[in-house]
């Protein structure tokens, strides 16, 4: 290719060269040319057009111009190729234009715009040359039209809102230029429509700019959008202190959860690219400050620390009050335990004994009518301990009964009696136990560690590859509230799980003070501690203040760069809790045969394992949701039967023999109802939602697998720990000031903590683009979104729930263990 000087505006050169690979005579033209005129022109093999524009160029002020061409001739045989020439850059493009979709289908454009990249100049102003070349090497004479204009508000103004319209053939790009003073910026593109969908992405001022659908994944950072797009963008990644803001239609919609459009996939095939026009806007305003920053970390930091203050003066106040008891019980000279009524010991052997009762009325009526002024029991019904006596009349004499010592230590007899104390499930040697349920710590410790090492490397990987690559795709952020911070894309949303360390760390500081006190009470032999109340065991109190604080670590790795592939770091804890607060609730009353912690955990990791299973193969899987619900179903009613038969019956070859005897003798020869009642009203309730629940999933197969998983776990302990307070007062026994408000503090929280987590600021069960349309403002301190505000609430009421785990009892420290019931 020839270059050219300068030549007057009404010269018009005409120079003949040879060509030898055309093979003939190629006449070169060149025109100066004017912006804002449309040219109406023939170009075929044998001549060639130069158009010739100038313009200033300042340093202060940068001024866009756009290339515009409409191919008018039809069937072109081939194409014609348009070459722009700058000082320092050269841009080429054919028309028809040819761009690429999925599956490698080709989509013809005959109308094509590109506007021209403007690098900057050192002088204050200067006048520069740009030619456009058109060439073909078609032999019949292609008809097109060329427009170059300049770009109204081709640099964007801060907090103003632009509108334009892009193509795909068609892409759009504007400057921006920091003010002094700001150092961060959000940018948002909008549109009214979801389809087609678009790219925006955020380049360094270079040339040549990436501006096709297939090249602007090549630098810079990018996302898909549909409704809505927002990009942070910091002073620091752009030495010249501006950037451009690039707009781009896809050719295809399947990266924005378009339909997936059926074509047959020939190798020369040009699909018609149809009316893909959208009306974008786009706005660049501050982002915060520093100054916000610092007020975000005070008022998180603040929040939880107040809990610590108030934590110290109940404390205070609780040591004063149990300060004047102990004062006052030692002036009378003897304790609650010491001047209550002597435990009678109500055995009533349910599979041994006919008609499923041999307790003598006097032990019913002693064992119910028992009670302390203290502490608020109420008597029996008059209807209960009437049925108890009936119950009781028979003609045995005493030579009849069973008089063997193991009646007292056989468990075989003592867990089979239709109605159990505390002390018979709290026989086992106490320093066994506290070794037992000790393992519980150290175990989740163990587990928290290998856990959580790996997932740091994992998502610190993921943030490495958002910055290198700039696809913001990868992670499902709420990018209209992002706060990055150094490497962090989102920082807020990691500062706001710092409440389940902090609360969970305060728990365990709770449950130590406890644990100290309790050891001290052991020392001195005092009997409230020896006889009376809950048997003390503090290992699963450790192990849930401890899966609270991995939740917050491990939310905190999910947050930041969160996806359906990392989803099971932010729930892999939660079954945890959930499962240590059920496991909690039993032992309190079962404290002899509550399960060890390699089944507990053995059993949870189970289900973590089905949970990465339901992530990767659940979605739209049939087969999968089968087996699932089935497993589900035949452990629900496993569990079932240990927790009827406290344990007593066994799993092996002859299970369906002993079922079926069961049906037969209790339920067709004699039809007897359940002997114990309030078991089986709970097991049967529980069968139902569970049953209730795997029909649910194999019938809407939900696609958010782990929170379906979660859901079974908050259920089974809503069910359970209502059963447990309605068993409590039914009992007689009470709920205390402090645990009463617990329990209604917490109740309230966890309502507005769920109202916050169902705002769905983001959602990677769809497509990234999609996502973003749920995208929000900050609505707190302009640092802090909704999903935020669930962070804060729901670390509040996780404490507030382990504190009515720990105080729902302590109504019963000075009431003896043979008075209190097993539910």
Not at 264 to 285: F, H, M, Q, Y
């Amino acid at each position: 290719m020839l270059e050219f000087c300068c030549v007057p505006g009404w010269l018009v050169l005409m120079l003949v060269c040879w060509s030898p690979a055309a093979g003939g005579t190629n006449v070169v033209i060149q025109r100066d040319a004017q912006f804002d005129v449309t040219y109406d022109d023939t170009v075929t093999s044998d001549n060639q057009t130069i158009y010739s524009y100038n313009h200033t160029v300042s340093r202060n002020k940068t001024e866009g111009v756009r290339v515009s061409v409409e191919l008018l001739s039809e069937s072109a045989v081939s194409p014609v190729l348009f070459v722009v020439r700058q000082k320092q850059a050269v841009l080429s493009f054919q028309v028809p234009l040819i761009l690429r979709g999925l599956y490698q289908r080709k989509y013809q454009y005959t109308q094509v715009g590109r506007t021209l990249c403007q690098p900057p100049t050192k002088a204050v102003a200067e006048t520069q040359f740009f030619y456009v070349d058109v060439s073909t090497l078609s032999s019949a004479g292609i008809h097109y039209q060329l427009r170059v204009s300049r770009v109204d508000s081709f640099t964007l103004q801060t907090d103003k809102k632009f509108s334009f319209n892009a193509t795909p053939s068609q892409p759009q790009f504007f400057k921006y230029v920091f003010p002094d003073g700001v150092d961060t910026v959000i940018v948002k593109v909008n549109s009214q429509k979801n389809f087609p969908c678009s790219v925006m992405s955020i380049q360094d001022i270079q040339c040549p700019v990436y501006d096709l659908d297939n090249n602007v994944a090549f630098i810079g950072m990018y996302q898909t959008m549909t409704t809505t797009a927002a990009i942070t963008v910091q002073r620091k990644d752009f030495p010249s202190n501006s950037f451009y803001v690039v707009v781009v239609v896809k050719t295809e919609d399947e990266a924005c959860g378009g339909p997936l459009r059926f074509y047959p996939l020939l190798p020369d095939e040009l699909l018609d690219a149809g009316n893909r026009s959208k009306t974008l806007d786009v706005i660049v305003s501050p982002a915060i400050n520093s100054e916000v920053y610092v007020m975000g970390m005070l008022f998180c930091l603040g929040i939880f620390l107040s809990f610590y203050l108030l934590t110290f003066l109940v404390a205070c106040v609780e040591n004063k009050r149990m300060n004047r008891k102990r004062e006052g019980l030692l002036n009378h000279d003897a304790s609650p335990a010491e001047t209550g009524k002597a435990p009678v010991s109500p055995y009533e052997y349910g599979s041994f004994a006919d008609n499923g009762s041999t307790l003598s009325s006097e032990a019913v009526t002693d064992s119910l009518a028992s009670t302390d002024g203290n502490y608020g029991y109420m008597d029996r019904s008059l209807e209960s301990v009437a049925r108890s006596r009936q119950e009781s009349l028979s003609s045995v004499e005493e030579d009849d009964y069973d008089t063997l010592a193991d009646i007292d230590s056989d468990k075989n007899i003592v867990r089979t009696k239709k109605f159990l104390c505390v002390s018979d499930l709290a026989r086992k040697d106490k320093r066994i136990l506290s070794k037992k349920y000790q393992i519980y710590f150290w175990n989740i410790a163990t587990i928290a560690v290998f856990y959580a090492l790996p997932v740091i490397q994992l998502v610190i990987t993921y943030q490495t590859v958002v910055n290198v690559t700039g696809n913001q795709d990868i992670c499902y952020y709420n990018f209209l509230c992002a706060h990055p911070l150094g490497a962090l894309s989102s920082f807020n949303n990691i500062l706001s799980n710092l409440g389940y360390v902090m609360l969970g760390l305060l728990f365990l500081l709770i449950v130590l003070q406890r644990d100290i006190l309790h050891n001290r009470a052991l020392e001195r032999n005092e009997n409230t501690a020896l006889e009376c109340g809950i048997p003390k065991h503090f290992g699963l109190y450790y192990a849930m203040g401890t899966a609270l604080m991995m939740e917050g670590l491990l939310s905190a790795c999910y947050h930041v760069c969160p996806n359906y592939t990392n989803f099971q770091f932010d729930t892999s804890f939660m079954y945890m809790i959930a499962g240590l607060c059920m496991l909690k609730l039993y032992q309190k009353r079962h404290p002899d045969i509550n399960a060890s912690a390699y089944s507990a955990y053995a059993c949870l990791a189970a289900v973590i394992f089905f949970s990465v299973l339901g992530v990767v193969f659940g979605k739209g899987n049939t087969a999968f949701w089968i087996v699932f619900s089935v497993i589900h179903i035949l452990a629900t009613m496993l569990l079932s039967t240990q927790l009827y038969y406290m344990g007593r019956w066994r799993l092996n070859s002859g299970i369906l023999r002993r079922i079926l005897y069961v049906i037969y003798t209790d339920c067709i020869r004699q039809c007897s109802g359940p002997m114990y009642i309030d078991r089986m009203v709970l097991l049967v309730m529980g069968n139902i939602v569970n049953w209730s629940l795997a029909a649910y999933g194999l019938i809407k197969r939900p696609n958010d697998f782990a929170s379906y998983l979660l859901a079974i776990a908050i259920c089974n302990l809503l069910l359970y720990f209502a059963f447990y307070i309605i068993m409590k007062l039914r009992s007689g026994e009470r709920i205390q000031c402090l645990a009463l408000v617990c329990i209604l503090f917490t109740a309230v929280v966890w309502g507005f903590a769920l109202f916050f987590f169902f705002q769905g600021l983001s959602t990677w069960q769809k497509t990234p683009a999609e996502s973003r349309e749920h995208n929000r403002e900050c609505i707190l301190l302009s640092f802090f979104d909704d999903h935020d505000i669930w962070h804060f609430l729901s670390s509040i009421a996780m404490f507030g729930s382990f504190l009515v785990l720990l105080t729902m009892d302590d109504d019963l420290d000075t009431v003896q263990r043979d008075k209190i019931y097993v539910f």
